[in-house]
């Protein structure tokens, strides 16, 4: 591709389309589903710093059921948008886990964050904050 990409996989109408893997000249990567250029199903975007995403994607962004591990955190619930965006539990590389509520990818609603010790609190979360 001019841009630096390298794509491999088919083509429809000069687009990207079914299942395919693209090598961006960034150093990012995606594997699985394209629709008219786009990633759209199922499929793994991998970060060049080691980061990832695997799960459901809707027109290149995170959007449905999907998993993302970031600096040894890893994140499995809904997403919208590109974000937390739903029902998650976060476990945290510190040994925290929270499982409730996401809203643009904060805590935001009802959840439980349970501390590295085993130590619970149930509370409700507004922009990321405990309230």
Do not use: H
Not at 41 to 61: I, L, M, P, Q, V
Not at 88 to 94: D, E, L
């Amino acid at each position: 591709m001019q841009n630096g990409n390298i794509y491999t996989g088919t083509f429809v109408n000069g687009a990207p389309s079914g299942k395919g893997a693209l090598t961006l000249a960034s150093g990012d990567s995606y594997t699985g589903d394209f629709a008219a250029g786009k990633f759209n199903g199922n499929g793994t975007y991998k970060f060049k710093n080691g980061d990832s995403y695997t799960g459901e994607f809707k027109d290149s962004k995170f959007a449905g059921k999907g998993a993302i591990v970031t600096g040894g955190n890893r994140c499995e619930g809904e997403f919208s948008n590109g974000e937390l965006n739903g029902k998650a539990t976060c476990k945290y590389k510190g040994g925290e886990q929270f499982t409730g509520e996401f809203k643009n990818g904060d805590r935001d609603g009802k959840g439980v964050l349970t501390s590295a010790n085993g130590t619970k609190v149930e509370g409700n979360w507004k922009a990321g904050k405990m309230q």
